[in-house]
């Protein structure tokens, strides 16, 4: 029972807590180049959750074979691989997704949420909860991002998954200024509500970044001058 | 022709298709690294440096080796081993030949193996070559675009820079802080960018 509801949370977590676009502000190029409609952001988050739960599984499963030191090459090349199949699948079976998505379907290889979860998660836990995680976040990723295309393309372009409702089109919102400031409304309401909540709020997209390890501590510092900024 | 051509795909690159703030790709460098004019500076040239380079070694493997052996769907899984392969081998050759220049911007290398923007870069020369595209790219033209991308992507990171430079001192209400404040003028950063649609165009008309 407690082993259950456990893994209960493992999924639930990256849906509303952990949110990897909201809270964990990871995935940012996706989440602003292909939210000017709602259907492209189901058919990116759908696309990036098949990758993020089946390269989760094989790089908990392989967690003990591979390497440490060459352990980042090795996930890459497992979440390339996935990326190529769902490539293929989409071409095949949505040609149009296929096309409005464009070079950022098979950028899904350096969406730094499959390799945050492959570095966080997957590499340290097993199998089972490792499939959940992925589960929770594709889900988180595609929520916040059907939000954001709901946004952008209702104010954009007057309309909801191409159906028309109002009159008044605002443009901008589907052009790039538009999604960088749809993202700044929503990442301020998520911090609102996570500042009300007593959660920690995060100030960089740095700190959940799978390469902060090697930025943070020698280039910008970010994460030790974000922080003395708080204090203040 | 050529050069006039080859000058419309480097202004092209920097102003009316910006990776940044009109492709949207390398975001997470534009907002992370972007708070220090020196350390945006460094990033830029590290990043210009490895687009040139992954570019070069990208773009002939795939004309000369995965499209006449039919396997052009391993591109993704070749190119990121590529690109992670080079950046790591110009760690070593800069940490063994020119440690001053490795202070510089070897800290920004590990970074720059996951940037989007540089595997964008070598593709989306590519979709052109492939037919799906108006443009037909040679070499000569994807190397161009891909130094002017790093050149696009460097103007973009030290324009937000200083305009981050001036955030420190506003005024901003809390809930705005960090984060949302940067994303909301970063938006302006890009409306100003919107401007420029058109120019290249209009400025040297390829027929």
Sequence with gaps: ?232 | MLIKSLIAVFLAAILTENYVLCKFLGICPFLGVSKKLNTAFGMSVAVTFVMVLATAVTFPIYTYILVPAGIEYLQTVLFILIIAGLVQLVEIILKKYIPSLYQSLGIYLPLITTNCAVLGVTMLVLQKVDGTTLYNYTYLHALVNAFGAGIGFMVAMVMFAGVRGRLESADIPKSLKGLPITLVSAALVSLSFLGFAGVVDKLIPLS
């Excluded at chain 1, 209960?8 to 180049?33: D, R």
């Excluded at chain 1, 295309?149 to 372009?157: D, F, N």
């Excluded at chain 1, 443009?171 to 909540?197: C, D, E, Q, S, Y």
Aim: net charge positive; proline share 6%; hydrophobic share 50%.
């Design chain 1, 1 to 232: 029972m407690m082993e259950k509801r456990s893994l209960f949370k493992e999924f639930t977590k990256g849906i509303v807590k952990e949110n990897p676009v909201l809270c964990l502000v990871l995935g940012t190029c996706p989440t602003l180049a292909v939210t000017t409609s709602a259907t492209n952001a189901i058919g990116m988050g759908v696309a990036a959750t098949l990758v993020l739960v089946c390269s989760n599984a094989v790089i908990s499963a392989l967690r003990k074979v591979i390497p440490d030191k060459v352990r980042i090459p090795a996930y890459i090349t497992i979440i390339a691989g996935f990326v190529t199949i769902v490539q293929m699948l989409v071409k095949a079976f949505a040609p149009a997704i296929n096309d409005s998505l464009g070079i950022y379907l098979p950028l899904i290889v350096v969406n730094c949420i499959i390799l945050g979860r492959a570095e966080m998660y997957a590499g340290k836990n097993p199998v089972l909860p490792s499939i959940l995680d992925g589960l929770g976040m594709g889900v988180g990723f595609t929520a916040a991002l059907l939000c954001m295309g709901i946004i952008r393309e209702l104010l954009g372009s007057g309309s909801i998954f191409g159906f028309q409702l109002m009159p008044v089109q605002i443009l901008i919102f589907i052009l790039p200024p538009g999604g960088f400031f749809v993202f700044g409304i929503l990442i301020m309401l998520a911090n609102k509500l996570n500042t009300r909540a007593g959660r920690k709020v995060k100030t960089t997209p740095c700190d959940g970044c799978p390469m902060a390890a090697s930025c943070s501590q020698k280039a910008e510092k970010c994460g030790e001058k974000e922080a003395t900024e708080n204090v203040d």
